[in-house]
């Protein structure tokens, strides 16, 4: 049923499709309309055979689904920016423990300084946790993921994280596609957990593993995530046959016959970027993109094979590993070596800033004429920056420095300089 409404409640829907039998609610913009609308089906009867429990944290949160999840219940939660970061600990044991719990993060800048806006710093800041992380580009792919997200999970007894642009998705009106209870049904097996407590089959769920066995566990882990390649393909062919789109898999391509420049990028923004590569396809310019859908497991294979023709690559990061440079881009150059390409990292987007087509189309124009650097921080205001590092230069005690950078930047738009 095709209707218009807000990705939250798209989400939602979905995710109540999906028959969940406990969800755990603590609010955090910009993920609480997901969750809301979640209690407000609950408390209609909508919703049925479905306990949702208000919580006092969202490491409360991870913990009660934990616990909803080992007691054999199908569980569901929403998070983001530093209410992951509060709920790490408990993250770490859903994965270590082979829980197929469900988890949105609406994707949001981690502070400090306060930011509330869209980037990809908070799910990035997990990469490593163990669980699954699939990206959606649009909200009826975020409504499609939600749903092979919970077949995922529990086929390979694994968490799954499903990322989405939080403000840019989360509430955006768009036409979304709602699919019948029939069809998730068709799709989505009844719940049978591989583990879960038994009291006529006692065993122990978390239990302590010393040096002797610790390797072992933690490679097992690896495995099944390398594993869980094979099993998001299938459940992506699995999706198309019921409910007749394409949705999910490990990573899209668009226009990348003959692509010459290629663009790597995952989220909302590769939306903006089908844009500029289209106007620059019309202006003779040999440009494609691969979307990463599964940002953990890394396809990379699959991402070699795609690049086969290449001669630049530019990743676009939307999250900054402080010292370092892109996180995206750091996964794409691992996956690729030995090959003979050119990777740039652009930086874009962080804390919410705008990302245009105009600057998009000088960022590919200029790795083209293989001008760009190899590491670029996109529409970054160099004189700013210049005015601090100065101030730092001159004083000690130059006093916080977001409220310094701030107020350049106010005084750059008047023509004038804060000293």
């Not at 829980?99 to 306060?114: D, E, F, H, K, N």
């Not at 699954?132 to 997200?149: R, S």
């Not at 290449?310 to 030995?338: F, H, P, Y």
Request: glycine residues 8%; charged residues 25%.
């Amino acid at each position: 049923m095709l209707k218009q409404i807000e990705g939250s409640l798209g989400v939602a829907e979905a995710v109540a499709l999906c028959r969940p039998e406990v969800i755990c609610a603590y609010p955090i913009s910009p993920q609480t309309h997901i969750v809301e609308n979640l209690g407000a089906m609950v408390k209609r009867g909508t919703l049925k055979d479905c306990e949702f429990v208000n919580v006092e944290s969202e490491f409360a949160a991870m913990s009660v689904a934990i616990g909803a999840s080992v007691a054999g219940s199908r569980a569901y939660t929403a998070t983001a920016s530093q209410g992951l970061l509060y709920m790490a600990e408990a993250v770490y044991n859903a994965s270590g423990l082979g829980l197929p719990i469900v988890m949105t993060v609406a994707s949001r800048a981690i502070g400090a300084p306060i930011n509330i806006w869209n980037d990809h710093s908070d799910s990035m800041s997990q990469k490593d946790c163990g669980w699954i992380q699939l990206f959606a580009e649009d909200n009826q792919e975020a409504l499609d993921l939600h749903i092979q997200a919970f077949r995922i999970a529990e086929e390979l007894s694994l968490p799954v994280m499903v990322c989405m642009d939080g403000f840019v998705l989360t509430h955006a009106f768009e036409r979304m596609d709602i699919p019948s209870q029939e069809q998730v049904d068709a799709f989505l097996p009844p719940y049978d957990p591989r583990q879960s407590l038994d009291p006529e089959n006692p065993v122990s769920i978390g239990a302590m593993v010393g040096p002797e066995a610790f390797t072992e566990v933690r490679y097992l882990a690896h495995l099944h995530h390398l594993q869980a390649l094979d099993t998001i393909k299938e459940t992506a062919t699995a999706f198309k046959e019921i409910f007749k789109r394409d949705s999910g898999g490990l990573l899209s391509c668009y226009r990348m016959d003959d692509a010459e420049t290629v663009v790597i990028a995952l989220g909302s923004v590769i939306g903006t970027i089908k844009d500029t590569i289209d106007e620059m396809r019309n202006d003779g310019k040999k440009i494609g993109l691969i979307g990463i859908k599964s940002f953990r497991p890394f396809p990379a294979k699959e991402l070699k094979e795609a690049l086969q023709g290449a001669k630049q690559v530019v990743v676009i990061d939307r999250a900054l590993a402080v010292g370092i440079g892109g996180v995206l881009a750091d996964d794409v150059e691992r996956s690729t070596r030995g090959e003979t390409y050119d990777i740039y990292t652009v930086i874009a987007g962080l804390g919410g800033r705008a990302i245009t087509k105009s600057s998009l189309r000088k960022t590919f124009e200029a790795a083209g004429a293989g001008q760009l650097e190899s590491l670029t921080f996109m529409d970054l205001d160099k004189e700013v920056v210049e005015k601090q590092l100065n101030r730092e230069r001159k004083e000690r005690h130059t006093g916080p420095l977001p409220e310094a950078v701030v107020r350049d930047v106010a005084s750059s738009r008047k023509g004038t300089y804060h000293e």
